[in-house]
């Protein structure tokens, strides 16, 4: 185990994962990324029986998947043919969550759906609100429309700014850490190993095709690599164009009251 691998992961028994073992020296599948995308591609590929390998350059969840507010719910149907496909994936991703990974997994991951809010604070995000609004509807989305005073019935500290909002009340939130978590340990019952604290450093490739990842522990010879690393994929596929992968920073308020939560999508403009 290098230098790095025993200070970074040493930080408690539950970060390790399978730390204290040898690096495989190939795999079925190699999954690079220990988010929500790479420990789901890890947890469902040892479930059909592959033999995974997941590594992460730092602790599981410690991404994008663990810095978020944990939004969650049927999505938002736009009115194309690629928008009715992603509205349907979010659709039958919100019924996993519901009804099969809590038993398959042994966690709820604090799954609360009492309803979420968009907000508009200018007068072309309410003409965008009332448009989506339409096409939720005909495709059975439990939403509504509500205007600055309706809203202010659910949030009173809502500013005089805010012209209103729709709200889906299938809408809501999770734990973030607690899914993840979840899925990487299902992943492990299943046979997979999950190192954390250990860089996949390049994605081997001969005749056009992948042939292992090389990593800050070694290399694992393997005919397919999951690259679930967000915005440090370039860092990974370096034949990527530039621009093709790039963070984005957004904005969220989460308001609890009693346990009812609210998540208030707020577009904020440069005014």
């Known amino acids: 185990m290098n230098e790095e691998r025993n200070e970074r992961g040493s930080t408690s028994w539950a970060d390790r994962f399978d730390l ?44 994008a998947s663990g810095r978020n507010g944990g939004m969650t719910g049927g999505g938002t149907m736009v009115p194309t043919q690629v928008g009715r496909a992603v509205f349907e994936l979010n659709t039958e991703n919100l019924r996993l969550i519901q009804e099969e990974l809590p038993a398959e997994l042994g966690e709820d991951f604090s799954l609360r759906l009492e309803g979420s809010l968009d907000i508009a604070m200018t007068d072309e995000q309410w003409d965008h609100l009332v448009a989506t609004h339409g096409s939720a509807s005909k495709a059975g989305g439990d939403v509504e429309l509500l205007d600055r005073e ?103 308020l989460v308001h609890s009251v009693q346990w009812s939560y609210w998540k208030l999508q707020i577009c904020l403009t440069s005014q």
Not at 21 to 43: F, T
Not at 46 to 55: A, E, M, P
């Open 20 to 63: 204290d073992r040898p690096l495989p020296a190939e795999a079925d599948v190699v999954v690079i990324g220990g988010g929500v995308a790479g420990c789901s591609a890890a947890y469902q590929l040892s479930k059909r029986g592959k033999k995974v390998v997941l590594v992460e350059m730092r602790g599981i969840c410690s991404g």
């Open 150 to 252: 309706q809203l202010a019935d659910i949030v009173p500290v809502v500013s005089e700014r805010v012209l209103g909002a729709k709200l889906s009340r299938r809408g809501g939130h999770l734990w973030p850490f607690a899914l993840v978590h979840a899925m990487a340990n299902g992943a492990r019952r299943n046979g997979a190993l999950v190192f954390p604290w250990t860089p996949a450093q390049e994605v081997l490739t001969s005749n056009g095709r992948v042939t292992g990842v090389r990593t800050s522990a070694g290399t694992i010879a393997t005919g397919a690599v999951v690259v679930a690393t967000n915005a440090w994929t370039p860092k990974i596929l370096h034949d990527l164009p530039a621009g093709a992968v790039v963070p984005a920073r957004g904005q969220i």
